[in-house]
């Protein structure tokens, strides 16, 4: 079962920086795209920046040229890292990865999107 877990949220300053770390785990045989989604109260989640399996990357205009993405494929990871941090940023972060497992009972590979829990962000004045 694919499971990703992310990390490294928080409580941080105005202005300050933090990185987020997501790590998935399970019978994994390729991870397409990741990418970090957020959900401010009372907000629908709203994607903030994806990097391919070749790392092509894309960001939010809301989060372009504070953030940079991540990833290292041999430890199927990802990272994301937010500088000069606003009072919007606060929100609960969440990891996506396009997975495939294999189904090894009809040796044949099965895609599928998933989540992590998501980890909170507080943006503190």
């Known amino acids: 079962q694919v499971q990703l877990k992310e990390s490294g949220g928080g409580k941080v300053q105005f202005g300050g920086s933090l990185t987020l770390s997501c790590a998935a785990t399970g019978d994994i045989a390729w991870i397409g795209s990741m990418g970090w989604y957020r959900q401010a109260p009372g907000k629908q989640r709203e994607m903030i920046a994806t990097i391919s399996n070749s790392g092509t990357t894309d960001y939010a205009n809301v989060i372009q040229g504070r953030a940079t993405i991540s990833r290292d494929n041999s430890k199927k990871t990802a990272q994301l890292q937010i500088n000069s941090l606003k009072s919007e940023d606060t929100a609960v972060y969440f990891c996506?990865?396009?997975?495939?497992?294999?189904?090894?009972?009809?040796?044949?590979?099965?895609?599928?999107?998933?989540w992590g829990q998501g980890t909170q962000v507080t943006v503190s004045p």
């Open positions: 996506n990865a396009q997975v495939t497992i294999m189904d090894h009972r009809w040796s044949r590979p099965i895609e599928g999107n998933y």
